[in-house]
T-cell receptor, first 111, second 114 residues
């Protein structure tokens, strides 16, 4: 079992729709959770971080964390073609300042 | 505030050579982490430095090493390059090592080993 799992996609959504990206992790001691966006040929860009159970909203983005289910998700409302990118879920294991990344989900928003 | 900078941006080396990559963190950030990104393995953690000390190390051979200077700038070195070392090497900095400290990535150094 991989430490951090994501569907590779591609996830295709129409412009204006809600895109839902999911991530599961195996280490119950994980403390904080991050979503990065990576455009082709570029480096990862931080979108959201969350470390408490529940929802965290920032503009069109909402991160959701359920530690009991070991599940993190990212919702993108009013998806735009410019949101088309690979979304990387990253988990910080307990006691370590390092990130374990999932393989990423490729999102395609079509007009 | 300037972001994380990495030099050089592109490198071409041949097998058996060694290479040194440099990273300057965001001003005030004291923790620097290095990652390797390849199409097959994705983003993998190499090592992390804080206050000139390596605090965490990923599952990479000893050919991969690094260091951090007193001004928090960091370098990583790969000796005896192999074809499989071709990758995007990313440096990330964070303010500290707390649970809520977020890592910000530099643009990366793309290394090609021929």
């Amino acid at each position: 079992q991989k430490e951090v799992e994501q569907n590779s996609g591609p996830l295709s959504v129409p412009e204006g729709a809600i895109a839902s990206l999911n991530c599961t992790y195996s280490d119950r001691g994980s403390q904080s959770f991050f979503w990065y966006r990576q455009y082709s040929g570029k480096s990862p860009e931080l979108i959201m971080f969350i470390y408490s159970n529940g929802d965290k909203e920032d503009g069109r983005f909402t991160a959701q964390l359920n530690k009991a289910s070991q599940y993190v998700s990212l919702l993108i409302r009013d998806s735009q073609p410019s949101d088309s990118a690979t979304y990387l879920c990253a988990v910080r294991p307990g006691g370590y300042n390092k990130l374990i990344f999932g393989a990423g989900t490729r999102l395609a928003v079509h007009p | 505030k300037a972001g994380v900078t990495q030099t050089p941006r592109y490198l071409i080396k041949t097998r058996g050579q060694q290479v040194t990559l440099s990273c300057s963190p965001i001003s005030g950030h004291r923790s620097v982490s290095w990652y390797q990104q390849t199409p097959g393995q994705g983003l993998q953690f190499l090592f992390e430095y804080f206050s000139e000390t390596q605090r965490n190390k990923g599952n990479f051979p000893g050919r991969f090493s690094g260091r951090q200077f007193s001004n928090s700038r960091s370098e990583m070195n790969v000796s005896t390059l192999e074809l499989g070392d071709s990758a995007l090497y990313l440096c990330a900095s964070s303010l500290g090592t707390g649970v809520t400290d977020t890592q910000y990535f530099g643009p990366g150094t793309r290394l090609t080993v021929l």
